[in-house]
T-cell receptor, first 107, second 114 residues
């Protein structure tokens, strides 16, 4: 069975500081990994996926199969990045989510 | 609003009562998912439909839970004989054909069982 772990419940940084939200997974097959985000009073939405290898809103994430990790990074945090971030693993036509990390960016 | 909608947004019920939630997906999406989210946790998969067929159910979905999508459009999730442990946010999502993992979520229905 697949499992996704986000070790930090809360991450607080100052504006302009680098951000790294950690995600580790366990899955025996070849996974698809995603980051979903929920801003205050908004719906959960897809932020990025590993196969696209895009930078979305300045965020990037690299799949490291050796370390079974998919950490989300941004070099310079902005106040509007404050939100709940969920790492998710896609397998068997369904998503398995981690417990989420709340990112707070202080001015 | 052409996004996923859910009704009601909030439901308070007494233990032992039955409740039913509705989800209207994005019209051209043929996959529909139900999740449950408790405080401090990420969404947990409950079940999904492809058109009107229910293709998978989680072990979390006890016999008291039933979901339908009779015409391949909207879906309902019913909980019978509610228990306090059923208190949670129930999320619905839909996805387009061929991209199961880009899921579009609704606002959720928050259930409180007293």
């Amino acid at each position: 069975a697949q499992r996704v772990t986000q070790p930090e419940k809360l991450l607080s940084v100052f504006k302009g500081a680098p951000v790294e939200l950690k995600c580790n997974y366990s899955y025996s097959g070849s996974p698809e990994l995603f980051w979903y985000v929920q801003y205050s009073r908004q719906r959960l939405q897809l932020l990025l996926r590993h196969i696209s290898r895009e930078s979305i809103k300045g965020f990037t994430a690299d799949l490291n199969k050796g370390e079974t990790s998919f950490h989300l990074k941004k070099p310079f945090a902005q106040e509007e990045d404050s939100a709940m971030y969920y790492c998710a693993l896609g397998a068997g036509n369904m998503l398995t989510f981690g417990g989420g990390t709340r990112l707070m960016v202080k001015p | 609003d052409t996004g996923v909608s859910q009704d009601p947004r909030h439901k308070i019920t007494k233990r032992g009562q039955n409740v039913t939630f509705r989800c209207d997906p994005i019209s051209e999406h043929n996959r529909l998912y139900w999740y449950r989210q408790t405080l401090g946790q990420g969404p947990e998969f409950l079940t999904y439909f492809q058109n009107e067929a229910q293709l998978e159910k989680s072990r979390l979905l006890s016999d008291r839970f039933s979901a339908e999508r009779p015409k391949g459009s909207f879906s309902t999730l019913e909980i019978q004989r509610t228990e306090q442990g059923d208190s949670a946010m129930y999320l619905c999502a839909s996805s387009p054909t061929g991209d199961f993992y880009e899921q579009y979520f609704g606002p959720g229905t928050r259930l409180t069982v007293t």
